[in-house]
């Protein structure tokens, strides 16, 4: 993680579970950053329950972190997301 990220008062704004799932998503995301990521919520069912995973996606979103760019369904289908913003590129650093 870079550690601009860790400063940044955004970031900092974001519930304990939003930025949970963000590291999850980094994680499973293979250093493809510029690429689609996917995080079934089987992943963080046995942390948070459903509702609360959905309200930590929706907070990333709506403080520019991620976007949805697939909506998975109950069938098991994962939805995708897609880094956006000055953290999209976690190897490219703000600073001088």
Do not use: V
Not at 42 to 70: R, V, W
Request: proline share 4%; hydrophobic share 30%; aromatic share 16%.
């Amino acid at each position: 993680m870079r550690r601009d990220l860790l400063k940044d008062p955004g970031f900092r704004s974001l519930s304990n579970t939003a930025k949970i799932i963000y590291i999850y998503l980094r994680f499973n995301s293979n250093g493809n950053w510029d690429d689609k990521t996917a995080l079934p919520y089987s992943q963080l069912e046995d942390m948070f329950h459903p509702a609360t995973i959905c309200k930590g996606f929706n907070l990333l979103i709506e403080k520019g972190f991620i976007k949805k760019i697939y909506k998975g369904n109950m069938r098991g289908t994962a939805s995708y997301y897609k880094f956006i913003g000055k953290y999209a590129n976690p190897y490219e650093s703000s600073r001088k």
